[in-house]
């Protein structure tokens, strides 16, 4: 038995490297704003290597969707452990509310992302999407869990409007961001993030009103559909990235 049912549209949205993303581009817009992005600060590799960072966070949600049950579990349980690790060498502990808003914020991504590239979802399958992230939020005993997607959008409302800020972590981050991507291709994690993100992260940043990133999208769909899209991603990518991106485009 698999964590993720195979028929679930949660597999199809984090089983194509596209989709994921542009959950990273939206991802990598709000950990800048997270109350406790000091902690990863704290370990030193967010400042190192942001972008391998994120690509650690989505890297363990796939592997989480389409493992079997107790393998899932066993990663569940790893990440968990990291963070113990951290709380102790820092003598405190992480808020369970920091917890929360990485896992709205990859319930939230996951939908915006598909939707943006390929359709709307129905409620229900909005719901699957949820309940898949629920079941790792029990599973880390985290306290606060939305019971419902209906309670989960008062949540996530509630965080986007009151729980995100910006600090002396942002500009940063952000920097850091330009200095790994190069100028090119910061421009285009910013302008994906302005096509990802929820209007309270896009206000908060700053970001850009001009999309001229979505004629772009219309062109990669069309490219994916002759199969050239190899071609733009080499394009938009850092080298060092693009086995990465290959290994998260695989269905395992």
């Given at each position: 038995m698999y964590f993720t049912a195979e028929n679930s549209i949660v597999r199809q949205i984090w089983g194509k490297a596209d989709t994921i993303?542009?959950?990273?581009?939206g991802a990598s817009a709000e950990f800048t704003l997270n109350r406790a992005v000091d902690w990863l600060y704290?370990?030193?590799?967010?400042?190192?290597?942001?972008?391998?960072?994120?690509?650690?966070?989505?890297?363990?949600?796939?592997?989480?969707?389409?493992?079997?049950?107790?393998?899932?579990?066993?990663?569940?349980?790893?990440?968990?452990?990291?963070?113990?690790?951290?709380?102790?060498?820092?003598?405190?502990?992480?808020?369970?509310?920091?917890?929360?808003?990485?896992?709205y914020m990859l319930i939230d991504y996951s939908?915006?992302?598909?939707?943006?590239?390929?359709?709307?979802?129905?409620?229900?399958?909005?719901?699957?999407?949820?309940?898949?992230?629920?079941?790792?939020?029990?599973?880390?005993?985290?306290?606060?869990?939305?019971?419902?997607?209906e309670q989960y959008l008062a949540d996530r409302d509630k965080q986007l409007r009151f729980d995100l800020c910006y600090s002396q972590f942002t500009p940063d981050l952000f920097k850091r961001y330009k200095q790994h991507l190069g100028n090119i291709r910061y421009a285009v994690l910013r302008q994906a993030q302005l096509l990802v993100a929820p209007q309270e992260i896009s206000q908060k940043l700053k970001l850009a009103r001009v999309q001229w990133l979505r004629p772009v999208l219309w062109i990669y769909k069309f490219f994916r559909l002759i199969r050239l899209e190899n071609v733009?991603?080499?394009?938009?990518?850092?080298?060092?990235?693009?086995?990465?991106?290959?290994?998260?485009?695989?269905?395992e």
């Open positions: 993303l542009f959950i990273f581009a704290f370990t030193g590799r967010l400042p190192a290597d942001p972008l391998g960072r994120l690509f650690s966070t989505v890297g363990y949600s796939k592997k989480i969707i389409f493992s079997e049950y107790d393998t899932a579990l066993h990663y569940i349980d790893q990440i968990t452990a990291i963070h113990k690790s951290v709380e102790a060498n820092r003598g405190a502990q992480i808020p369970d509310e920091a917890y929360l808003e990485v896992l939908i915006r992302a598909f939707e943006l590239l390929e359709r709307k979802l129905t409620r229900t399958e909005k719901g699957e999407v949820f309940d898949v992230f629920l079941r790792v939020g029990k599973r880390m005993q985290l306290k606060g869990l939305a019971s419902s997607y733009l991603k080499r394009a938009i990518l850092p080298p060092a990235y693009i086995s990465q991106i290959r290994q998260l485009d695989i269905a």
